[in-house]
């Protein structure tokens, strides 16, 4: 079975950078995903690392390191609209999505 | 425009009762998923499909079915509703069940079982 942690909540200010971090402990590993979920909404994917290092798309950053069993999403530049629950997946060794159970991200003015 | 349609977006169900919620998806993936989403626990895996003509459990099969007879739909029947499936089902699709493929999710279908 898979374990994936990461904070319930993080509270941070318009232009801010946030961390979230996730930890996991799975059987087999093939890849770790990050979604943003709004509420009421659908998750929609924002990016997947399978090596060490860190993947940048824009504002949003994605690190993973396989040995640590640990990730972080980095946030930057931070707006009203990425208000939001940020969900850590993983994807183990039988290729089966497995979610932690999201950290809800508040955006103040 | 493409992607995955569930329905119902709403459904109170009375305990007891049978229940199926429908899952269309027109990007040919071959993978689709059913999860559900409770308060504190974030998604979890119902059943899954591979490919056409195959299912398999997830983590929290019980009191669930689904049949995938062609690529497109991938139907999630509740035999006996009970309190206890109150949640939000989110059905998914991917390109593969392997490799980098991502997850598309539809927009979920909130379940109650009074």
């Known amino acids: 079975g898979q374990n994936i942690d990461q904070p319930t909540e993080m509270t941070a200010t318009e232009g801010a950078i946030v961390q979230i971090n996730c930890t996991y402990q799975?059987?087999?590993?093939?890849?770790l995903f990050w979604y943003q979920q709004h509420a009421g909404e659908a998750p929609t994917f924002l990016s997947y690392?399978?090596?060490?290092g860190l993947e940048e798309k824009g504002r949003f950053s994605s690190f993973l390191s396989r040995s640590k069993g640990y990730s972080y999403l980095l946030l930057k530049e931070l707006q009203m609209k990425d208000s939001a629950s940020y969900l850590c997946?993983?994807?183990?060794?039988?290729?089966?999505?497995?979610f932690g159970a999201g950290t809800t991200v508040t955006v103040r003015a | 425009i493409a992607g995955i349609t569930q329905a119902p977006t709403s459904q109170i169900l009375a305990a007891g009762r049978r229940m199926t919620l429908r899952c269309t998806q027109d990007?040919?993936?071959?993978?689709m998923y059913w999860y559900r989403q409770d308060l504190g626990l974030g998604l979890r895996l119902i059943h899954y499909?591979?490919?056409?003509?195959?299912?398999g459990k997830g983590e929290v099969p019980d009191g669930y079915s689904v049949s995938r007879a062609n690529t497109d739909d991938f139907p999630l029947t509740l035999a006996s509703a009970v309190p206890s499936q109150t949640s939000v089902y989110f059905c998914?699709?991917?390109?593969?069940?392997?490799?980098?493929?991502?997850?598309?999710f539809g927009e979920g279908s909130r379940l109650t079982v009074l």
């Open positions: 998914a699709s991917s390109p593969s069940s392997e490799g980098h493929g991502e997850l598309f």
């Open positions: 799975t059987s087999g590993f093939n890849g």
């Open positions: 690392n399978v090596l060490d």
């Open positions: 997946a993983v994807r183990g060794g039988d290729y089966k999505l497995s």
């Open positions: 990007m040919r993936h071959n993978a």
């Open positions: 499909s591979n490919t056409a003509g195959t299912t």
